[in-house]
């Protein structure tokens, strides 16, 4: 162990009393027994507009790196937290390393570890794309503590919070499209997002906008006055015709050049013809680094097919929302006409017309034979409106799976 730190509290054998701890960059460092750290530590405008020292640290390849703090030597048995403000640390293929370890007296096997991504752990505030967390934990029969933070195949940052109680009166304001998005905020972004993905802040909007009920059909049934029984007008709107096509920006479509890969592996070995001698050490590291290229070559690939392909998913989406909608409305109309058919009162509608006494008889059957009929097809539209309906529904399921 380096360095202790001794955290001095009003009384360390009162129970109630927590520890707490809070993020200092200063009494932190890269973990030196990983050998693929990457990132730094700098200023960085924080989320209330204020500049505080934070670390960055990984990025979107397998590059596993760690910053641990100081020792510090806890009580025993004692409530600590640890409060600091996180961005990033999600990439949109899920498969990312977002991490706080707390490790006690050098025992690795024993960490307390948590995730910090995919809301496995719920913080305390968000705000402007930052996450505000308060982790406690218990030191048991500790006091030799170290902490560390954990990222590999996304950018994480961590800088400095106050206290908890000090952001109270400020108002959480999440990402309203956070539920949608494959990745949360990540400032290396000038929005927190790719400009260029499907869910970027820009694209979404548009998405939300195209997906709005038209509302100008909803007009229900009316009555055209005529000779006789009155002629009924349904008012169903029309089904605009479906556009299955799709427009692609160029930007979303990618070929992966894989003369880039073999060009760069076969220009090693021109190298090293033209050296006299080669360590195999120097060749082991020249592979690896080549290694690393083809990955990040392939791996850049992938990610931009995937964005291309979840937006051609959401455009589809879109499209087929906008005819489903245009659907349900029609149905909502024909639904008033089946109301208007099991309300209508034919006596009613015929009691001014005046016959014979010998016909009354006559007339008592027509009316009675069209009251039945017009319940038959009142009876046959629901049933086909709930079919529809039914099925309707399994589209819509079946388009947010």
């Not at 990132?39 to 910053?67: H, K, Q």
């Not at 990955?295 to 499209?319: P, Y």
């Not at 008889?361 to 034979?369: A, K, T, W, Y």
């Not at 038959?376 to 629901?382: M, P, Q, T």
Request: glycine share 4%; hydrophobic share 35%.
């Amino acid at each position: 162990m380096d360095q202790s730190i001794t955290i001095e509290t009003a009384n360390k054998e009162t129970e109630n009393q927590v520890v707490k701890l809070y993020f200092d960059p200063r009494k932190w460092s890269f973990n030196k027994t990983c050998k693929d750290n990457v990132g730094n530590r700098s200023f960085i405008t924080g989320p209330d507009g204020v500049l505080a020292e934070g670390y960055m640290i990984g990025d979107w390849s397998n590059r596993w790196t760690e910053i641990v703090s100081e020792t510090l030597l806890l009580p025993k048995n004692a409530d600590c937290s640890f409060t600091f403000w996180l961005n990033g640390g999600e990439n949109d293929r899920n498969d990312e390393v977002c991490r706080f370890d707390i490790i006690f007296n050098n025992n690795h096997e024993q960490r307390f570890s948590y995730n910090l991504n995919r809301n496995y752990i719920r913080p305390v505030k968000k705000l402007n794309g930052w996450e505000l967390y308060e982790i406690p934990f218990r030191t048991e029969n500790n006091e030799y503590t170290e902490l560390r933070f954990v990222a590999q195949k996304a950018y994480m940052t961590v800088l400095a919070a106050k206290d908890v109680s000090f952001y109270k009166d400020v108002k959480d304001h999440p990402d309203p499209f956070e539920a949608e998005r494959p990745q949360r905020h990540n400032i290396i972004f000038s929005d927190g997002f790719p400009a260029n993905s499907w869910y970027s802040t820009r694209s979404l909007k548009e998405k939300h906008k195209c997906q709005q009920p038209d509302k100008k059909h909803q007009d229900g049934f009316g009555f055209r006055q005529g000779m006789g029984f009155p002629a009924m007008d349904l008012g169903i709107p029309p089904i605009p015709s479906f556009d299955p096509s799709i427009n692609m920006p160029e930007n979303q479509t990618t070929n992966v050049d894989t003369s880039q890969i073999t060009a760069s592996i076969k220009n090693i070995f021109d190298k090293m013809r033209a050296d006299k001698y080669v360590s195999i050490d120097h060749l082991e590291g020249e592979v690896e680094n080549s290694g690393e290229q083809a990955r990040e070559i392939i791996g850049n690939a992938l990610q931009k097919l995937n964005a291309a392909l979840q937006q051609v998913t959401q455009e589809i989406q879109a499209k087929a929302e906008k005819q489903l909608d245009a659907i349900s409305t029609s149905l909502e109309s024909l639904s008033s006409a089946c109301d208007m058919l099991e309300d209508l009162n034919v006596e009613s509608l015929a009691g001014n017309i005046k016959v014979t006494r010998d016909e009354a008889e006559d007339l008592d059957d027509i009316l009675s034979d069209m009251t039945d009929s017009i319940s038959d097809i009142a009876d046959d539209l629901r049933n086909d409106i709930e079919e529809i309906s039914d099925h309707l529904d399994e589209l819509r399921d079946s388009l947010s799976m």
